[in-house]
């Protein structure tokens, strides 16, 4: 029986390099084949006339290309698009792309659903139905990338893994999948321009800060436990003196002249009052990081509000007063459900089986992701 090719799109440099090498062949020879494969678009290995004809060969038998099919795609008025990516399972998962002046920021996702249940994010709703692996994270680049040339529009300039899921519990698929995305022989693009977005597993960031130096940004949303254990659950495991720890030392990995993003998620009557600016201001002010505020984006059922205009410039410029960098993020893309918190895919399956079957994956998750950091840390010693 011939053996299964393996995706091209979801091997990075490294593992590339290897499997040449374990087939006899020089490590250059993989860097050669990226450079058809994403400078020259070119996927036909037998096109590739700087390789041997026996190189060629093993390609052929040994990869292939493989993209999630554009199951559907929606253009915001103002400018943002949507598309659902439709996985070999037949699951859509969703990848926005965000235009403002010369950037193109990609949202990637790296789950189908989401197992952390953020009470007011309506991926997490949904439940949680599998990872992605690297070629589907990576190739939703490549899919956007070809829709925006075929605009007659520049290329994608920022990724941030913001999509649907919790990056840092499909660690090594999105490790893969930025070193590919920050790779002059793949997307090429620089480091703080791919950023990973986590709810505060804290041993993964960890693991993240003895791995690599993308972007990282926090969902912290709440300055107190109490507030933070009712809007990510994943608070009651990871406290927020856990999680700035690990921030702060994910901030020395970056060096001086980087720092990281904060999300805060702002919910009327929730989080919005000067007391947690204030306590927000207190909390951070030890950090090296740039604040961002979104206003609550609502969905149907989510029993939450955004708060006022009044309330979120008010809530902005305590910050600032008090030495922060805080961004307010423009809502984008909201018309065609496009904004942070409302990418939910086709992922509908509410039983109580799908109930059971997330809560003993979450739990697995979390601990699967611990024992993989305790081994990492005691390799590392
Ligand atoms: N799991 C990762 C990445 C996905 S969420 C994380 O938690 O960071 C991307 C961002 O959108 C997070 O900061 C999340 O808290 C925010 N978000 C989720 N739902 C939202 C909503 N309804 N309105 C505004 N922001 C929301």
Request: proline share 4%; net charge positive; hydrophobic share 40%.
């Amino acid at each position: 029986m011939t053996q299964p090719r393996t995706n091209f799109y979801a091997c990075d440099r490294a593992s590339l390099e290897a499997a040449f090498v374990a087939a006899g062949f020089d490590a250059y020879r993989a860097r050669q084949v990226m450079k058809w494969v994403y400078h020259h678009d070119l996927t036909d290995f037998a096109a590739m006339t700087n390789l041997s004809k026996a190189q060629r060969a093993w390609l052929a038998t040994t990869y292939d290309f493989r993209l999630p099919e554009v199951a559907a795609c929606q253009t915001s008025t103002d400018g943002t698009i949507k598309w659902g990516m439709r996985l070999p399972s037949g699951e859509l998962v969703e990848t926005v792309m965000i235009p403002e002046g010369k950037r193109r920021t990609l949202c990637v996702s790296s789950q189908v659903g989401c197992m952390l249940d953020c009470t007011f994010c309506a991926t997490g709703k949904q439940g949680f139905n599998g990872n992605l692996d690297a070629g589907q994270i990576f190739s939703q680049t490549i899919l956007a990338n070809r829709e925006l040339k075929a605009r007659g529009d520049s290329g994608v300039t920022n990724v941030v893994l913001m999509g649907m899921g919790e990056p840092l519990l499909n660690f090594d698929a999105v490790i893969t999948a930025t070193s590919l995305m920050c790779d002059d022989l793949a997307l090429g693009l620089a480091k703080r321009r791919v950023t990973i977005s986590t709810a505060g597993v804290v041993p993964q960031i960890h693991r993240l800060a003895d791995t690599t130096d993308v972007a990282l940004a926090i969902s912290l949303h709440a300055p107190t436990n109490a507030q933070r254990d009712s809007l990510v659950p994943l608070n009651k495991k990871y406290p927020i003196e856990d999680l700035m720890a690990a921030c702060q030392r994910y901030v020395d990995v970056l060096g001086e002249r980087r720092s990281i993003t904060v999300e805060y998620t702002l919910i009327r009557g929730v989080n919005d009052a000067l007391l947690d600016a204030k306590r927000l201001a207190k909390l951070l002010r030890p950090l090296r990081c740039k604040i961002n505020l979104i206003p609550f984006n609502p969905f149907p059922g989510s029993g939450f509000e955004r708060p006022s205009a009044t309330a979120v410039r008010d809530f902005q410029t305590y910050l600032l007063n008090h030495g922060h960098s805080a961004m307010l993020r423009t809502t984008r893309g909201d018309d065609i459900d496009a904004a942070c918190g409302q990418l939910v895919g086709r992922v509908e399956d509410r039983t109580r089986r799908q109930e059971r079957y997330r809560a003993r994956l979450a739990a697995e998750a979390v601990e699967h992701a611990e024992s993989v950091s305790r081994v990492n840390t005691v390799e590392l010693r």
